[in-house]
Every structure is written in C-alpha cells, then in structure tokens.
C-alpha cells in the first residue's frame, strides 16, 4: 500500500518485508533507524533490528512517560483520557509502546481493507473481490473473479486488452504468493512488544484524596465501583488485572493482523491491477462518451428537421382541409342541378335542398367567399337554381293545397300523412325565397279559412235541427200558468217542460265533457232533440279538437303561432254569427247556467293541452253568457216582485206551484254553484229568497182562516227545504232560513189546533177555581178525549201533502195537549176537595199510549 505508507513518519514502522526493503531506500540517511542501516541482502537481520528498536523505542516511551508521571504523581482526569483534551490513555511505562504500535498497525490494516473495498465497487459485479458481511475481504486468490479463468472477456479490441492484463497480473501474483509462502517469517510479538508489566512503584506519598468522598458519592451508583467498594478490593490490583485483560486482547488482534499481511499484500496487488484495468475501462468509456456525443448532436438535428418537417405538414393539412371544406361548399355538382331542374319532388328532392339551402348561405354569410374569384364564376348558377327551385315548391305545394278544398276531404289525414313531409320545403322558401313564402302562407290561411268556415257553418245548421227549445220569455217563477201557455205546448214531453226550472238530468252534460262531439245525421235520423246546452258542448268540443290539430301543425309546418289566428278568423266568426242568433232569444236561466259550466271545463281541458290558441275566445264567450244569465235571472226576480196576487192565488192550503217553481230553480243554481263558490250568485239568489219570501206571505194571507194560513205556509216551506236538501249541502243558509219559518209555524198550527179540538179544556176561568167550575171541564175531557185526537188524526192527514211533516206536527199537538192535561191535573189536585174528581180524571199513562199508538201506525 504505497499511497498509505508514503503518508506515514517513519515512526510508523512497516510490518511487511516489501515495506522494509522500501523503506531502506526511503531512509538511507543517518538519521534512520538502526535497521535501516543493515544491508538489503540481510532481510533476517533487519526484521530482528526492526523488531528491536520497536521495542526500545517502546520502552524508551514508556519510561519517559512514567518518569513524567512519577515527578506529578497520580494522573488527571485529562491526563488518563477521561476529558476531551486528554491525548492518550494514562499505563504504565512497559505498555505504551505497544499500544502505540497496535494502533498503527489496526490503522494501516483498516486504512487498506477501506481502499480495497471501495474501488472494488467500481468494478464490475462479477470482477469484485469476496468481501464477507462483515465488509473483510476473503483472500482465495483461486476463488477470486478478477483472476478466474472462467471470465468471460470484454467484446472488442479494448476488451482483448482488458483479458491480457488480467492474465498477466494473475500469473504475477501467482508467482508472488509461492515465493512469498516459502519465504514467510513468523513475527514474534515479544520482539515488537517486549515484557510488558505494571510498575508497582507507581504510588507515591503526595496522593491527594481532595474531593475523593464527592467522586466516590458520584460514583456509588455504577455497578462496578459498588462491586469493589462492596468486596474490599484494592483498586491497584483491579487496575493492574484490567490492564492484563486490555494488553492480551490487543496482543491478539496484533497477531491477528500480522497473521493476515500475506493476505493484505495480494489484496493490495488486486488493487493495483483493479487500478489498471479500470484505467482502461476509463479511456474505452471516453472514446463511447465522445461517439455518444457525436451522435446526439446528430439527433438533435434531425429532431429540429422533424419538428420542422411535422410544423409544414400540420399547415398544409389545414390549408387543405379548408380549402376542401371551400371548394365542397362553394362547387355545384351535376348530381344536384339534374335533380333540381328535372327530379321530382319527393325525398332526394328535399335532400338536395338543404345541401342547396347550405351553398347559398355560404356565399352569404362567409366574408371571405365574397372576394373570391370562384364566387364569381358560381353565384349566377346557384341563383338560377334558386330560382327553379322556388318555382317548381311553389306550384307543388300549391297543388297540395288545393287538395283541402276537395269536399269529404279528412283534412287532418292529409296534413300529417302528406304536408308534414314536405315541411321542409316552407323552411327554404321562408329563408331563401321571402316573396314565394308570403304567397304560399297566405294561400294556405285562405283555403282553410274558408274550409273549415264551410265545416263550421253546416255543423251549426245540422245542429239547429236537434235542438229542443225549453223555455221562453213568459216561462218565469212568477207567471201565472194560464198565462204562459204550459198548456198549449203539449207537443212536448212533460219532462221537457218541467226542465224549465228544474236541473234534473240535465247535470250529466258536465259529466260528459269530453265525449265526442254529436253526429248530426246520427242524431237527425234517430228523431233526438237535445237542450241547446248539449248542442253548446258538441260545437266548442268540435273546435277544441279542431283549433288544438291546426295548432299543432301551424307551429309544425310554418313554424310560428300567427298564423292560427288568421286562419279561424273565419270559423270564429260564423260561430259568432251564431250565437248572435241564439243567445237574445234564449230565456233559459239553468242553460245558461250549464253553458257557463261548461266553458270552465272546457278551459281547464285546453290548459291541461298546453294549447292557449282559443283561451281569448273562450272568455270572450264567457263574458257574453253572464250577462245574459243575470238578463234572465232578473226577469224571474221581477217576476216574483210584481206578481199578480189574485192571478196566482188559489183556494188551497197544499204547495203552490211558484214556490215550486222558485225551489227547484235555486236548488238547481245552488248545486251548479257547489263547486265554483260563485259570491256573485249567492247574493242573487239571497235576492230571490226576500221575493219569494214577501209573495208568500201575501198569498197565504188570501186565505180567510188563519189555520188555512199556516197550513199554506208550513206546506210551502216543506216542500222547499225538501227540494233544497236534494242539491246538497250548498243550500245551507236557504236550508236554514226555511226551516226556522217551518219551526215556529208549526208552533203556531198547533196551538190553534188544540184550540179548535180542546178551546173549553184549555181554557181558564178569572180568579180562584173550584170544583164545581172544574168539574164540567174534567168529565167533558174525559168523555171526548180519544175522539178529538182522532179528529186532530184527520185534520192533519187531510191538511198537508207530505205525509211525514204531518205525524211530526201531529205528534208536536198531542205532546202539547199532554202537558196541558199535566197542569190541570195538578191544578185540581190544588183546590180544596178536589179529590172527589179523581174518579173522573184520564190518567197521564191511558194518555201516553193512545199518543204512541199513533206514532207506531205511523
């Protein structure tokens, strides 16, 4: 190790023969150790020397040191190595020496296992020496990769060179390992190290124990002083067998070291050849360096070319594509002019126009074509082909118009079969022909406009054959029958005529609004009439249907809303025209009434569509129908208010057939207005109840009795809560009223039914009774009893029309009539002597059971 050595003072003695014979040539000076001096031919003699003045000069250090030591006594803390500046470990004089030498030799061994081992890392995984886990290199040379004969050599010249050295620098250090095995010596660590041996007069008299109790407090808790302080030992003698330890452990690892220099001395010649192969390695690893450096340089060039190359190929691709992208826009094929001029038009027609409609917006929108060369040459032939296309459309779907016109003609059929396939060709005459576009629309607005007119108009009079006229203008609450002719109308079924003011069946129209619309000539060949209100819905269910499939299509077809409108001018005005007729001739308060139901339901029909095309007709109709119903309902009110008395009044005490008249129309306004909750209607019939209520009062006054009065009231008013309770709970404050008039009317009829049966039993004399003045009064009660209850049976029977409200009325005066009995039973009880009348007195149970005997025939 020729790098190592040169570093080192020739204090640090080499342990190789090698290194002494160097180290004679190193040192030939005087100055050189004694061994140095032999001749080169004694290498026995100068191992002998060498060994020698090692140990004097061990020796010679060891007795400086202790001399030092023993002129100042014991060693510091520093002096013995314990602090950070202490050089050297305080021993004995026979010791230092060899320590000093064992650690320069563990430093060389060290310093030259660390070189072997980190170049050969450098090496090739296969050419590295064997190293154990312990970082220490195994020395079989035979074992070894860098001189196995199985390696496999380096490809090219530079490896046939690389293979060559390798084989010599084996066969060297083949040759070095035999002769250095015949002549290696054994050193003899006497003759380095000496007798090592512990000074015993190393005490001396100026010992200070200054701070020995502090360090033996500090030490107390260290297992080995406890040990000594505990047994007794002297420190010396511990001190002295630890150094023994300490000399032998480092006499073997010296002998160790020394054992293995043969080894070190062939690790250092693989080093070496390590060295000169890697050498080698270098400069054939240069010359690929600069050829790899040459080639990417080449790289890099071509790179720049490609890149460059890649830069004008994406241009021209751009360039071409938009320019493929012009010449396909702008060119006209033959394909397309041949189609245009000569083909039909079906659906390679239409195909052809939108690649057409696409040329044409080309040229008009790009800014660019319109600087183009090509433009010129092109843009006269497309606009002659715009030409003959708008042309040939125009007559085509002229034609298909006229087609509508045809009588019988399903028009729905035809425009979802046939026009909305050509719906495309409106979308190229709005776009690209404004003019043809305008003439086109409005013949499509003029012949459906006058189609559906002429559907509309023949609907309406097939209709007018079907209606059934209910009521008139003398058909009121309160007209005098004799004076409405009811009864010169006999042609009429009487359901019709009691229809006037009754609702009846006619409710079901609203359960049926969305059933079909009617067939006239169905209708007309089955000899039905219908109430115009059925006729009503038919129409508006008609144009409903019809107004929702033209709607559809117009937004379809044209593509805008407008057009409806202009269109249905015409049916909306023959239905219009209609009406005008119908409705100042029309005195029927309930259809109206149902009319008005029905354009409600019909308007939440067309919202649930999503179809808004008829909502402004639909309230214009509305806004029509209420003020004619309010018409119609004052003339009923009118009629109440200015009746006749004398014309209406009849000598009878059963229901009066206008308070009929009135029942049945409020219940049938109240139960048309269930479910709407219309205030404005509530308030007119509270009108209509004041009127009814004031001609009743003055009918019933007619009559002579009073009896008859109130027996003409209770009927009337039993009768319309009757009639009332049928339209359900929406009468309830009518319900109400009447049945607070029936309640204290029947009071009243009970009251004067008792006092025509029972007027000298009920009635009570002035001042104290007495028995002579009851008696008459008890005997006649009890003689006649069951016969006036039976003439009350009678009267009731015979008095009021509804069977029911006269057992309840007759009921209410026989209870009556016993709490009257109950008083004059104890009345008679309370006058003195009265009890000579209990043989005559009826008893209150003989009374209870003939009251419920009637009530269980009953």
Request: glycine share 6%.
């Amino acid at each position: 190790m020729p790098t190592v050595m040169n570093r080192r003072r020739w204090q640090s003695q080499p342990s190789t023969e090698e290194e002494i014979v160097e180290y004679i040539h190193k040192y030939p000076s005087s100055s050189a150790p004694p061994w140095n001096r032999l001749s080169a031919s004694d290498t026995d003699e100068r191992i002998r020397a060498r060994a020698g003045d090692r140990q004097g000069t061990a020796r010679k250090e060891g007795c400086e040191r202790d001399g030092a030591t023993a002129t100042k006594g014991l060693p510091t803390v520093e002096e013995m190595g314990g602090g950070e500046g202490g050089k050297y470990r305080y021993t004995p004089a026979s010791r230092v020496g060899v320590v000093h030498r064992a650690r320069v030799v563990a430093s060389d061994l060290f310093s030259a296992q660390s070189s072997l081992h980190a170049r050969s890392l450098t090496l090739p995984r296969r050419q590295r020496p064997y190293f154990n886990r312990a970082g220490q290199p195994k020395f079989d040379i035979g074992r070894s990769p860098l001189f196995s004969r199985q390696r496999r050599p380096p490809r090219g010249n530079s490896g046939d060179k690389v293979l060559e050295s390798i084989v010599a620098a084996r066969r060297e250090a083949e040759t070095s390992v035999r002769m250095q095995d015949n002549e290696k010596q054994t050193f003899d660590l006497g003759l380095f190290v000496g007798d090592l041996a512990l000074d015993e007069d190393g005490s001396s008299d100026d010992i200070s124990l200054e701070g020995l109790q502090e360090e033996l407090e500090e030490c107390k808790n260290v297992e080995e002083v406890a040990n000594i302080l505990s047994k007794g030992t002297k420190l010396r003698e511990y001190t002295k067998g630890v150094e023994n330890n300490v000399r032998q452990v480092e006499l073997d690892s010296i002998q160790d070291y020394i054992t293995e220099s043969d080894n070190l001395v062939l690790l250092h010649d693989q080093i070496r050849d390590c060295d000169i192969i890697l050498s080698q390695m270098e400069t054939v690893l240069s010359g690929f360096q600069s050829e790899i450096g040459s080639i990417s340089s080449e790289i890099k060039s071509l790179q720049e070319k490609s890149m460059d190359m890649g830069l004008k190929l994406k241009n021209r691709k751009g360039a071409e594509s938009k320019l493929a992208k012009f010449v396909e826009d702008i060119i006209v094929p033959p394909r397309m002019v041949d189609i245009v001029i000569d083909g039909e038009v079906n659906d390679e027609y239409l195909r052809t126009l939108e690649l057409l409609s696409r040329k044409l917006k080309f040229i008009e929108v790009d800014s660019m074509v319109k600087g183009s060369k090509a433009l010129k040459d092109i843009q006269p032939e497309l606009e002659r082909l715009r030409q003959k296309v708008v042309a040939k459309v125009f007559e085509f779907i002229t034609q298909k118009f006229n087609a509508l016109r045809k009588p019988k003609t399903n028009i729905q059929i035809l425009q979802q079969s046939v026009l909305l396939k050509y719906k495309y060709v409106i979308l190229f005459l709005k776009e690209h022909g404004k003019e043809i576009y305008t003439e086109v629309r409005a013949a499509y607005v003029d012949t459906m406009n006058k189609v559906l007119s002429v559907h509309f108009r023949a609907y309406i009079q097939a209709l007018e054959k079907l209606q059934l006229d209910i009521a008139t203008a003398t058909d009121l609450i309160g007209v005098e029958t004799r004076s409405t002719g009811f009864l010169l109308r006999g042609r009429e079924p009487l359901k019709y005529r009691s229809a006037v003011f009754a609702l009846g069946e006619r409710i079901n129209i609203l359960k049926e609004i969305d059933q079909p619309a009617l067939i006239p000539h169905i209708a007309e060949a089955n000899s039905v009439k219908y109430p115009y209100e059925v006729l009503f819905r038919s129409l508006h269910k008609l144009l409903m249907d019809t107004a929702t499939s033209e709607y559809l299509f117009c937004d379809d077809f044209f593509g805008e809303e407008s057009i409806f409108h202009e269109i249905f001018a015409g049916p909306f005005q023959v239905i219009d025209e209609h009406f005008n007729t119908i409705l100042p001739n029309y005195y029927d308060a309930i259809g109206l009434m149902l009319m008005i139901r029905i354009i409600h339901q019909h308007q939440l029909i067309m919202f649930r569509r999503r179809i808004p095309c008829l909502d402004s007709y639909l309230d214009k109709v509305n806004i029509s129908l209420w003020p004619r119903f309010k018409m119609v309902f004052d003339m009923h009110l009118n009629s109440l208010r200015n009746a006749n008395i004398r014309a209406l009044w009849e000598d009878d005490v059963h229901p009066h057939y206008v308070m009929r008249r009135y029942a049945e129309f409020t219940a049938s306004l109240v139960h048309l207005n269930v479910e709407y909750g219309d205030g404005q209607l509530d308030l007119n019939l509270e009108r209509l109840r004041m009127a009814v209520d004031d001609l009743l009062v003055k009918l019933a006054k007619a009559f002579a009795k009073p009896k008859s009065q109130t027996v003409f009231l209770i009927n009337n008013y039993d009768m319309t809560i009757a009639i009332l309770k049928e339209a359900g709970t929406g009468g309830g404050k009518l319900q109400e009223h009447f049945e607070e008039l029936l309640k204290s009317n029947i009071g009243v009829y009970v009251e004067e039914l008792l006092l025509e049966h029972f007027a000298e039993d009920t009635s009570t004399g002035a001042g104290k009774p007495r028995v002579a003045d009851v008696d008459p009064l008890v005997k006649d009660f009890a003689n006649r009893w069951k016969a006036a209850i039976e003439l009350m049976h009678k009267d009731v029977i015979t008095s009021f029309s509804n069977f029911l409200c006269g057992m309840e009325i007759l009921k209410a005066a026989l209870t009556q009539l016993l709490l009257y009995y109950t008083r004059l039973s104890e009345s008679v009880k309370k006058i003195p002597g009265g009890s000579a009348l209990n043989k005559d007195l009826v008893s209150i149970s003989s009374i209870l059971y003939e009251i419920k005997k009637y009530s269980r025939t009953f």
